[in-house]
């Protein structure tokens, strides 16, 4: 209800009051002229006794020149005519006044002088005048708490004489409960009362009340709402509209809402707009109602507007336009439009590039809560984009994006937890926030969780639940998952291992230029591990992987190039890739590198170059780098010599289970003689490492008693060993020690001839001399044992052809041996003592400080002179992998931070 009816309402009552009492002959014509609305007569009557002081002419007077009624419309006339009535005590004309300077009518804004002029009419139990001012003194509930309490006062008044708007006004107040105890009751009454008497803002609130709190039917809310929309409210059509498709009758909900957007309702023509943006074919209907309400300076519907240029949705696209009412939203204070807004200022498209205007504009949206907004204003503290790096500042605003359940926040936040970035580091909160996000879907989220269930990080390490959680961002296109999950496939780890499978996965990931995914395919292809071998496949997947800065595949192209797989030589290449991946600081492409440079392999031998690079890849950790830096200090190939330092490169890769390192550790401090149990302990670790080189010697320590208790049992065990891989010094060894037994072993011919012959045929000359040897003697003539006197048994005859030497003094047995039966251990001791006396002054035979070091790519054996047991080592080959990489990984938050949008970011997770 408008205040000028108001005004007209109470000059209507006073002047029938003033008539029933001492009007003037005047001031009667004056009133049946106002009552038949012939109001330039009245205001032709009312002049005269205006002038006079008659209050309720110049009241009345006032009245007609605020109306504009039977005179020209003039608001200062009619001020100065209310102020003179109301100076004279009219309470009519004070609560007038009052109005007009509350709303800088004929003069000034002046609140005070309203509040004044409304408060003395108020007094005077003016109604009117008590709703007025209990609603005005209710505004300053931020400012003056006080004031606003005595503005309930005032209401309560009003209220008490049921006026309707005064009953609506109190129901809010005791609703919500921010000036007096909350009380909802009592509120929902007085709104009841309010809707009784017609008044309609009651009759909607109080049916969306009904709606909210269920504390009635249905039908009862719908009664209220019905009411008011049928008088011709447009918020309560709207609101009808919509409670009507809550309740499932959406064709009558539209029709309401239809109805208050034709009356130009703004609210309701966006929420038309929104209904036909969820139809099909009816967008082009959408961006007119869109267009109507943004016209109206709706700020909700210009941004929707904008998405629709912005998109081409209903319209052509034209992002000029999109910026255009992105802008004007933005100016109303729409959060999503301040974003939008922002990025494109940010991203200089369609709009000139502004980083400052961007920033106030991302910063206006985060302000407002938006999560977008604080996500990407959070990414740009957390990475220093635009803004100084602040991860605190970051973490809190990331967090806040979070607690909307935004998966992309859930992630990121995810991330810093685990990463202790701006926080704590805390991975059960990570893995929270990661499993908030993977169960709604966000692929990163989900591929994070199956790397730290592959890692066991955080939580106990399941390689079938990795594959389930790899699976589900592999399904969605994540090709680090893919690359991941195709691993598994392959080594069987946590699923079947199925071949196809892992190359079908590999292959998803492949085609979307996963860099790791192409090499470990190419691999697969150029070893012929789970498909055909397949050399120009696997050059042709390294190459791309190459081109991507794949290290991996950088190094494994250039030994392909290099003819390590026994291909064709491409030296050039070859060395332009390994020097590109040694630049580059790969470990093992600087190792190989070196390698050719030491060997000559590919390009003229450079022992400083060698040297150089070896060293690079040994400062890297790398194990083999470090055996190889190892023997050039011990060569003094490159550097100058040194066996300390030898020593020293030697135990840094013996210590990372580098077997051939701890073989030659062993070796190099067995020749500083100054710790025999490190040497024990690096030789038996590399021996248990199944290292043959190793187990050989660790038996002829068994043999000789050295560094541990004689045991032909233990020396027989470890020959063995390293037999059975085929290394000949053990064959030859085990197949002496068969032959000639031990000090408790009994000699075994069968075996003897067995392990000898194998070590004959592998090159071993001295397995051919006792082969003969022992041929020779079954073919003479063997008297009977029982009938040879003990005393005849005194040596062994030898070939002086042979260039053998028989021992110096006769071996009898003594009478305590014959008693006590040791004679036959005394004899094998004899036989096996005699023939490492021949072998070892035979040509064949080393000496100790003969002996050189062979220093292969893998491999430096020294012989010692314990025995005559010889040690050939086998050539070792130079490559050192590539292996089938099992996960991916790189710097985490790289990928996080280069997202341009909030719903664009598809952050790689923990790589």
């Given amino acids: 209800m408008n205040y000028k009816l108001k005004k007209s309402i109470y000059l209507i009552v006073f002047m029938a009051f003033f008539v029933a009492g001492q009007a003037s002959g005047d001031m009667r014509k004056a009133v049946t002229a106002y009552n038949e609305k012939k109001f330039d007569e009245a205001a032709a009557l009312l002049l005269p006794e205006a002038k006079k002081g008659t ?48 709303d800088g009518e004929g003069g000034p804004v002046d609140v005070d002088q309203a509040v004044g002029w409304i408060t003395k009419a108020a007094k005077k139990d003016h109604e009117a005048a008590q709703l007025t001012l209990g609603l005005m003194l209710l505004k300053s509930q931020e400012e003056n708490p006080e ?40 509120g929902r009454e007085l709104l009841h009362k309010a809707a009784e008497k017609g008044h309609i803002y009651a009759q909607l609130d109080l049916g969306l009340l009904l709606e909210e709190e269920a504390t009635s039917t249905a039908q009862e809310a719908e009664y209220w709402l019905n009411l008011a929309s049928k008088e011709g409210y447009d918020d309560a ?16 909900g539209a029709d309401w809402i239809r109805r208050a957007a034709e009356r130009g309702n703004p609210q309701a023509r966006y929420v038309m707009g929104q209904m ?113 790096r602040d991860p605190a500042k970051a973490f809190d605003l990331i967090r806040e994006a979070s607690e909307t359940g935004s998966p992309e926040a859930l992630s990121s936040l995810g991330v810093m937890y685990l990463q202790g970035m701006g926080t704590t580091r805390d991975v059960e909160e990570a893995i929270s926030n990661f499993e908030k996000a993977g169960l709604a879907g966000y692929e990163p989220a989900q591929y994070n969780l199956g790397l730290l269930y592959a890692r066991g990080e955080g939580v106990e390490r399941d390689m079938a639940r990795a594959a389930m959680w790899f699976r ?21 780890n946590g699923v079947l291992k199925l071949p196809n499978s892992a190359v079908s996965w590999l292959s998803r990931a492949a085609a979307q230029e996963d860099h790791q995914a192409l090499f470990n395919l190419g691999l697969m292809y150029d070893e012929g591990i789970g498909i055909p071998r397949d050399r120009e496949k696997a050059i042709g997947l390294y190459e791309r992987s190459a081109r991507l800065g794949n290290l991996d595949s950088i190094y494994s192209l250039g030994c392909l190039y290099a003819g390590d797989d026994g291909g064709p030589v491409r030296e050039i290449p070859a060395l332009n890739l390994l020097h590109r991946g040694a630049t580059m600081g790969d470990r093992k492409a600087q190792l190989r590198l070196g390698i050719a440079y030491r060997d000559g392999r590919l390009l003229t031998p450079d022992p400083s170059e060698a040297a150089k690079w070896i060293r690079a890849s040994a400062s890297q950790g790398s194990p083999s780098a470090q055996f190889a830096l190892g023997g050039l200090y011990l060569k003094g190939e490159g550097v100058i010599l040194s066996r300390p330092a030898a020593i020293r490169w030697f135990s840094k890769a013996a210590e990372q289970g580098h077997v051939q390192a701890q073989y030659n550790l062993a070796l190099c401090l067995k020749e500083e003689k100054e710790d025999d149990q490190a040497v024990l302990k690096w030789l038996k670790m590399a021996a248990a ?21 004689k045991c032909d049992e233990q020396a027989l065990k470890w020959f063995s060993m390293a037999a059975k891989q085929s290394y000949t010094p053990a064959q030859y060894n085990l197949g002496v020690l068969y032959h000639y037994g031990g000090t408790t072993l009994e000699p075994n011919e069968a075996k003897a001839s067995k392990w000898l012959d194998q070590a004959a045929r592998n090159g071993n000359e001295k397995a051919h001399k006792i082969l003969k040897q022992m041929t020779e003697e079954e073919d003479q003539e063997k008297p009977d044992s029982q009938s040879i006197p003990l005393a005849e048994i005194v040596d062994i005859p030898v070939s002086s052809s042979q260039g053998d030497i028989t021992p110096d003094l006769p071996i009898k047995p003594s009478k305590e041996e014959t008693e006590s039966g040791d004679l036959k251990v005394s004899r094998f001791c004899f036989f096996f003592i005699s023939a490492l006396q021949r072998y070892y002054s035979t040509e064949i035979g080393f000496e100790d400080s003969q002996r050189p070091w062979i220093l292969q790519e893998e491999v430096a054996i020294r012989v010692p002179a314990a025995a005559s047991l010889s040690r050939t080592v086998p050539k070792v080959s130079v490559k050192t992998g590539p292996s089938l990489a099992p996960f991916t990984e790189a710097p985490w938050p790289s990928n996080l931070s280069s997202a341009t949008s909030y719903t664009n970011l598809s952050p790689s997770g923990l790589k």
């Fill in 55 to 102: 209050a309720l002419a110049q009241s009345t007077l006032g009245y007609l020149y605020d109306q504009g009624k039977g005179v020209s419309m003039d608001k200062g006339e009619a001020r100065r005519w209310y102020k003179a009535a109301a100076e004279q005590g009219d309470t009519g004309a004070q609560y007038n006044l009052g109005l007009m300077c509350r």
């Fill in 237 to 252: 059509q709207l609101s009808y509209g919509l409670f009507l498709i809550r309740q499932e009758r959406e064709e009558e």
């Fill in 689 to 709: 490492a199944g290292y043959a080189p190793a187990q050989c010697d660790l038996g002829l320590a068994y043999l000789e008693g050295q560094w541990v208790p």
């Fill in 276 to 388: 036909c943006r969820q139809k099909d074919g009816s967008l082009k209907e959408a961006v007119s109602w869109y267009s109507l309400a943004a016209r109206q300076g709706h700020g909700p519907a210009q941004y929707a507007l904008a998405v629709m240029y912005e998109e081409g949705l209903g319209v052509d696209r034209d992002r000029s336009l999109a910026a255009l009412w992105y802008k004007r939203a933005a100016d109303k204070g729409v959060a999503e439009a301040q974003y939008s807004l922002g990025i494109m200022l940010r991203d200089g498209e369609p709009l000139p590039q502004d980083d400052e205007e961007s920033l106030r504009w991302i910063t206006a949206a985060s302000d407002q809560g938006l999560p977008e907004a604080q996500y990407t204003l959070g990414v740009m503290y957390r990475d220093g984009d635009g803004l100084p």
């Fill in 472 to 492: 589900k961002a592999a399904l969605q296109g994540h090709s680090d998952a893919q690359c991941n999950l195709g691993v598994q496939y392959f080594q069987g």
């Fill in 147 to 186: 004031k606003a309490l005595k503005g309930v006062d005032w209401l309560k008044k009003a209220a008490e004489k049921e006026n309707p708007s005064a009953l609506y006004n109190l129901g809010r107040v005791f609703l919500h409960g921010d000036l007096v105890e909350e009380d909802r009751t009592k």
